[in-house]
C-alpha cells in the first residue's frame, strides 16, 4: 500500500487546494472523500495536524482526524548525514548575515516614512531568511516522518522539499496530489 505524508499547504497554499476547495475547510472535506476511494495511507505529524487546525474548522478537523493517521518521527532512530548538518549551518549563517545587511540599510536609511520601510524591511528579511529553508519543528517532522516510513512527502513549502531532497526522500508538490489520486 502506498503512504504518503502530507503538509498543511496541501489545504492552504492557494495553488495547491484549488482542486480541492475554495478554502482550507472545503478543501479537507473534499480530501477526504477522494480519500475513501482509494487504497492508500495518508499520514501526517501530530504537530502539523495541530497546525493545519489554525486554518480548518473544527468540523474539518474532526472528520480529518478519523480519515488519516497521526504520527511522529520516531526521532531517536533516525540517521541523518553530518553533511547536512554542515550545508544547514552555512546555508543559517549565510542568511543571517544577510539579515543583519538588510537591517543596516534599514537603519542607515534617514527617510521618513518609517512604516513603509519597516513594511519592506519584514519582506526582504523573510525572504532572506525563511524563503526556501527548513524553519520549523513541523517542517522537519515531516521529513523525517516520511523518511522513516518510506512514505512520499506532499509539500509545496520549498525548505521542506530541499531537505527532503538532500536526505533522499522522495516528494511531489502539493499542487500535483489531486491529479495523482485522480489516477488511483
Known amino acids: 500500500m502506498e503512504r504518503y505524508v502530507i503538509d498543511t499547504s496541501l489545504f492552504v497554499n492557494p495553488l495547491a487546494r484549488k482542486h ?6 472545503s478543501a479537507v472535506r473534499s480530501f477526504i472523500k477522494k480519500l475513501e476511494k482509494l487504497d492508500i495511507e495518508i499520514f501526517i505529524p501530530p ?8 486554518f480548518v474548522d ?14 511522529s518521527p520516531n526521532t ?13 549551518i552555512d546555508d543559517v549563517r549565510a542568511r543571517v548575515n544577510k ?12 527617510r521618513a ?22 524553519d520549523s519543528v513541523e517542517d522537519f517532522e515531516l521529513v523525517l516522518l516520511s523518511k522513516e516510513l518510506e512514505a ?7 525548505g521542506v522539499i530541499q531537505f527532503a531532497n538532500q536526505i ?6 502539493a499542487d500535483k496530489f489531486y491529479h495523482l489520486m485522480k489516477k488511483k
Request: glycine share 6%; proline share 2%; net charge negative.
Open 168 to 173: 533522499g526522500v522522495e516528494w511531489l508538490g
Open 20 to 25: 480541492f476547495g475554495k478554502d482550507p475547510s
Open 76 to 88: 531517536y532512530s533516525i540517521y541523518l548525514p553530518a553533511a547536512v548538518f554542515y550545508d544547514f
Open 152 to 158: 512520499t512527502l506532499i509539500s509545496s513549502d520549498e
Open 47 to 54: 504537530s502539523v495536524f495541530k497546525e493545519l487546525s489554525n
Open 113 to 134: 516614512d518609517n512604516d513603509e520601510k519597516l513594511k519592506k524591511l519584514r519582506e526582504k528579511y523573510r525572504g532572506a531568511m525563511r524563503a526556501g529553508i527548513l
Open 58 to 71: 473544527k468540523a474539518a478537523m474532526d472528520e480529518l482526524d478519523i480519515a488519516i493517521k497521526k504520527r
Open 99 to 110: 539579515g543583519m545587511r538588510l537591517a543596516e540599510d534599514f537603519a542607515k536609511d534617514n
